[in-house]
C-alpha cells in the first residue's frame, strides 16, 4: 500500500518517539535485543507514536538505540510478517494505514471463522481450556489498570486463538493463523481507539468463557460472531457519535 501523503524521516519523527529511543537505549545490550526492539517498535506503532505512513529507518533507529543494524532488521521483519509495516521497494519501510474498509472486510471473514470456532469448542472444551481463558481475561484487566493497549491486545488476540485451537480442527486453526496477523494489523481486535470502558471489554470476554463453560455451543456461536462483527454489549461512543452525524446529515436531506 503506497503512502497517500508526503512521509517522514524518523529523523523527524515526532518528539515523543524520539525520546521513547532516547529513554530505552540502555535496555538493548543483551542477547535478545531484537525481541526488545520489536516490542519498542510495536508499542510505538499502537500509541500512534509512529504514524500511519511514517518511514520507519532501521539505520536511524539502530543509531538512536546504540545497536548495530542486523536486530533492528529483524524487528522490522517481524512487523512486516504482521502486517503493521509495509515494504515498498527503493522506498523502505511505513507503518500501514488502515481504511474503515479494510477493517469491514476483516470483520466480514471473522465472524463466520469465530461463529464456528466458538460453536465446535462449546463441544470439545476442558477445564484445563476454561482455566487458560479465565486467565487470559484477568491479563487483560491487568492490562487496563496499567493503561497498556499492546498488552491487552495480546491478551485479546491469545484468548481468541486459543478458542480457534481447542476443536483441534488443523484446517480451522490454520485459518485463524493466516488471518490473526490482518487482524491485528487492522486492529481489528482491542482497537487503540476504542473509547468505552476497557474493563468492561475484558468483563464481555468473561461472559464469552461462561457460555463455552456451559457447553453451549448455538449460544457461544451467536455471541461470538456478534462479538467479531463489533456488535458487542460494551458501548464504544465513537459508533453513537457516527450515528448521530448520520441521522443529522439525513435530517437535512
Do not use: C
Request: charged share 30%; no cysteine; net charge negative.
Amino acid at each position: 500500500m503506497a503512502p497517500t501523503r508526503q512521509t517522514r524521516q524518523t529523523d523527524d519523527a515526532p518528539a515523543g518517539f524520539a525520546s521513547t529511543l532516547a529513554t530505552n537505549k540502555d535496555q538493548f545490550r543483551n542477547p535478545l535485543i531484537s525481541d526488545r526492539v520489536y516490542a519498542l517498535l510495536r508499542q510505538a506503532i499502537v500509541d500512534g507514536e509512529l504514524e500511519p505512513n511514517e518511514r520507519v529507518v532501521e539505520s536511524e533507529i539502530a543509531r538512536r538505540l546504540g545497536v548495530s543494524q542486523a536486530p533492528v532488521r529483524e524487528a522490522v521483519k517481524q512487523l512486516a510478517r504482521e502486517g503493521l509495516l509495509t515494504h515498498i521497494p527503493r522506498r523502505g519501510n511505513f507503518v500501514v494505514e488502515i481504511s474503515e474498509q479494510d477493517a469491514e472486510h476483516a470483520r466480514q471473514v471473522r465472524e463466520p471463522l469465530e461463529r464456528l470456532a466458538a460453536q465446535l469448542a462449546a463441544e470439545h472444551i476442558t477445564d484445563e481450556h476454561l482455566a487458560a481463558l479465565d486467565e487470559l481475561v484477568e491479563d487483560m484487566h491487568r492490562a487496563v489498570a496499567l493503561n497498556d493497549v499492546g498488552k491487552f491486545r495480546d491478551a485479546d488476540i491469545a484468548f481468541h486463538t486459543l478458542v480457534s485451537q481447542i476443536p483441534g480442527n488443523p484446517f480451522l486453526t490454520r485459518m485463524w493463523e493466516v488471518l490473526e496477523p490482518s487482524l491485528r494489523a487492522l486492529r481489528a481486535i482491542a482497537d487503540p481507539l476504542f473509547d468505552g470502558d476497557w474493563h468492561a471489554m475484558a468483563d464481555e470476554h468473561s461472559r464469552l468463557v461462561s457460555l463455552l463453560r456451559e457447553r453451549d455451543g448455538e449460544a457461544a456461536a451467536e455471541a461470538f460472531a456478534a462479538h467479531a462483527a463489533g456488535q458487542s454489549p460494551v458501548p464504544d461512543p465513537r459508533a453513537q457519535k457516527k450515528r448521530a452525524v448520520r441521522g443529522s446529515a439525513s435530517r437535512k436531506k
